[in-house]
């Protein structure tokens, strides 16, 4: 498994995955797909600054990816960042996302830009909260019922590392 910067030429295979969880999970709180042009503007957002991109790789296959992304619009949280790690769901517990968050936490803390990484998982996910917690991520709090999806109420809990 190679890890690498995100390309334009892995635009379909990231939409894929994403795409796959807007329709089959909670881990995204989007409702509806992305098309190719909204996942290209995604792509473009990022691998400059302190909002990287990269994906893991192996015989052409895109099997996850990993990016840190602005946390929020306001001048004052340019420190911060908000990552998110995704799986292609055949791929899971076969050590991509440990290895994806290994090489992302490596080139936040690097960054002199960079200060806290703060990721947002849907209450309950059990998996991403532990892989989280192996990396030092802290619980920072829960914010009740913010969405809504397949006909569910759902919660978020927010955990922070300052890199």
Known sequence: ????????????????IYNYEVEHSTS????????????RCWLHAHNKENHPLI??????RILGYASLSPYREKEAYRATVELSVYVDHH???????GALMEEILREAAEDSGTETVVSVITS????????HEKYGFIFCGTIPNVGKK??????????????
């Open 150 to 163: 397949f006909g569910k109420k759902l919660s978020i809990d927010n955990y922070c590392l300052p890199v």
């Open 124 to 131: 309950g996910n059990e998996v991403s909260i532990r892989l």
């Open 1 to 16: 498994m190679k890890i690498r910067k995100a390309e334009e030429k892995d635009l379909a295979q990231l939409l894929a």
């Open 91 to 97: 791929f899971r517990r076969k050590g991509v996302a």
């Open 28 to 39: 995204t709180f989007d409702l509806t797909p992305k098309t190719m042009e909204q996942q």
């Open 55 to 60: 994906v893991a790789e192996e015989k052409g």
